[in-house]
């Protein structure tokens, strides 16, 4: 239990940033993809929420936002904002697989839908996929 509650307090983490970062791509990104951007934004805000309430069930505190949160590189144009963008989608994809392994049952099968869907986005932002979304060290790896 004590290790569901530390990946689901990191996926929570990993909302909170992703949440922050879409505020930047917003506020950069074209108007052709300023949908999939609100889009992802309120995906994260949902998954944020229901992670909050799934520490309480874990009966942990949940942990709050930071601030703000240091961008992984400057932002200054569209192109940045959907590389950000899918930046964002593959940290979060790697929380959720840690989540995947720590959880059971239903909280389990929500976090492998999470990942999914952060594989998916992840995606759509880069243009292709990566062979293991959610595994930083086999998505570098060439077959």
Do not use: C, N
């Not at 569901?4 to 940033?17: S, W």
């Not at 840690?98 to 932002?125: N, P």
């Not at 062979?131 to 570098?140: H, N, T, Y």
Request: no cysteine; hydrophobic share 45%.
């Amino acid at each position: 239990m004590q290790a569901e509650l530390k990946a689901v307090q990191a996926a929570l983490r990993a909302e909170h940033a992703a949440v922050y970062g879409y505020g930047v791509v917003g506020g950069r990104i074209g108007a052709g993809r300023r949908a999939e951007a609100r889009t992802a934004y309120d995906a994260h805000r949902a998954r944020r929420d229901e992670l909050r309430r799934a520490v309480r069930d874990l009966g942990g505190e949940p942990e709050s936002s930071a601030a703000a949160y240091a961008l992984p590189f400057p932002v200054p144009d569209a192109a940045a904002a959907a590389r950000l963008a899918a930046e964002l989608e593959e940290r979060v994809a790697g929380v959720y697989a840690d989540l995947v392994r720590a959880a059971g049952g239903t909280r389990r099968s929500a976090a492998a839908e999470s990942l999914r869907e952060a594989a998916v986005r992840a995606a759509r932002w880069r243009g292709g996929s990566v062979a293991f979304p959610g595994l930083a060290e086999r998505s570098g790896a060439s077959g």
